[in-house]
């Protein structure tokens, strides 16, 4: 629960029943992607992506990794200022910037992947996973561009997992009064903004879930986060997964039941998690 309320903290009231614990990111992501796919199904990934979720999701789920390639990266040129460099007279060890914009999902980006993912499969992606803030690229996708990738997720009915470890690990210029809510943020070093609270607040699902209770995302939103990056606690293993479909909780549940947290560890993050009076006085 203190994690749940530390996860919730300017997003809304997560329902304690949609949180599933475990042993680490990797073990909730795993069977996560259980949960919601068949061995072979097709997952879009924006690339370039963290090399170990080929792990996470094709050992033992056996998912099918669908890059969802940077429409930028197919053109023959890059821009650099008001230039326009050819790709072909570069030489060896010749560099170009290229923006953090140039990676973000679009609809027509991962339109391509979904019609990629078709061919090669055989059928629809089941999910499109985004590591937000994202690993490799340190950047944090604007509000525009996750919302859009949850409106898009809705309308293909395709799952979006939202891969939340670095969420508290963002740095910011002490002059950056951004909000991080703001849309012309585009070269991805605003400020955070979790993809619950953009979901929870989309124009066809919104406000409570079902009797009052959670943030009413919907059954197509799911979060994933550890304690291992934003707190060093890699060691201590502590997973958690947010979703609001009801169908995947109990599933998850079992699951988890085989890479559980130990007690010990569980004290531990429900003493660290609390306020800090809560934590003055229980010392």
Known sequence: LRLG???GEGTGSLDPEGLVLGAGCNAVLENLCLCL????DGVLMPAPYYAAFEFDLV???GCAIIPVEPLASASASASAGDDVVDLDVLGAGSTIPIPAEAYYPTRSSLDAAYERAERETGSPPRALLLSHPNNPLGVCYPSRVVRECVDWCREREVHLISDEIYAGSVFRDDDDKDSGDDDDDDDGSGGFVSALKLAAGGHDVGGEGEGGVGLGIGPYVHLVYALSKDFALSGLRVGACYSENDE?????Q???DLCQISSQTQTLAERMLSSSSSSSSSS
């Open 5 to 7: 309320e530390w996860e």
């Open 248 to 252: 995947i909780r109990l599933p998850m």
């Open 254 to 256: 079992k699951l988890n």
């Open 59 to 61: 050992a033992r789920a």
């Open 37 to 40: 796919t068949e061995p072979g």
